[in-house]
């Protein structure tokens, strides 16, 4: 059972473009973390969003959790090849002990 | 300072074989992790401990042992190998008392079973 659906799975873009991937979930989290992976290395944490309807900025990206804390969605404006890897959002239920629960990923591949 | 560290990063063997990963994480938390990520790229959670203890034990074979000798180590011990058992593993670990849990992983180990 995936209970957190990322999309697109894939996407390819030009420079310059803005784009959004959304992560949703029919239950709620108390938190969620959205993670960056690059070839060959572990997830590395970009934000964590802990209240409903948190929106957190981090320089071209922005994070927001949804009112309810089913969902989230990351959007990046003007993209750079330097923002090429596989995006994570991963959600736990409970304490800081709890299951950490991953999406399938969006593959976000950035073209000069 | 790598902060999690994995060995080997790379592991060919065959089916049948009993292969081991370890992992060693030098940030003083209590709390490690195996997560297995599958050809798709999906990260799926296979063991927890803290502070030494299991904690979370996902529907794993019991092929699969780990073993956490102290808070810093957490190994795993895979017997008789499979196909399927070939994927990217990744350890991780955590700080339980720090509410946003982010986890640090370390930069896997990649393991066909041929």
């Known amino acids: 059972t995936q209970l957190l659906e990322q999309s697109p799975q894939f996407l390819s873009i030009q420079e310059g473009e803005n784009l959004t991937v959304y992560c949703n979930s029919s239950?709620?989290?108390?938190?969620l973390q959205w993670y960056r992976q690059e070839p060959g290395e572990g997830p590395v944490l970009l934000v964590t969003?802990?209240?409903?309807?948190e929106v957190k900025k981090l320089k071209r990206l922005t994070f927001q959790f949804g009112d309810a804390r089913k969902d989230s969605s990351l959007h990046i404006t003007a993209a750079q090849t330097g923002d090429t890897g596989l995006y994570l959002c991963?959600?736990?239920?409970?304490?800081?002990?709890?299951?950490?629960?991953f999406g399938r990923g969006t593959q976000l591949t950035v073209w000069p | 300072d790598t902060a999690v560290s994995q060995t080997p990063k790379y592991l060919v063997t065959q089916m049948g074989n009993d292969k081991s990963i370890k992992c060693e994480q030098n940030?003083?938390?209590?709390?490690m992790y195996w997560y297995k990520q599958d050809s798709k790229k999906f990260l799926k959670i296979m063991f927890s401990?803290?502070?030494?203890?299991?904690?979370i034990n996902e529907t794993v074979p019991n092929r699969f042992s780990p073993k956490s000798p102290d808070k810093a180590h957490l190994n795993l011990h895979i017997n008789s190998l499979e196909l399927g058992d070939s994927a990217v593993y990744f350890c991780?670990?955590?700080?339980?008392?720090?509410?946003?849990?982010?986890?640090?992983f370390g930069e896997g180990s990649r393991l066909t079973v041929l």
């Open positions: 991780a670990s955590s700080q339980a008392q720090i509410a946003v849990g982010e986890l640090f």
């Open positions: 239950s709620v989290f108390s938190s």
């Open positions: 969003v802990v209240t409903g309807g």
């Open positions: 991963a959600g736990r239920m409970g304490s800081t002990l709890g299951r950490l629960y």
């Open positions: 940030l003083g938390h209590d709390t």
């Open positions: 401990y803290n502070n030494k203890e299991l904690i």
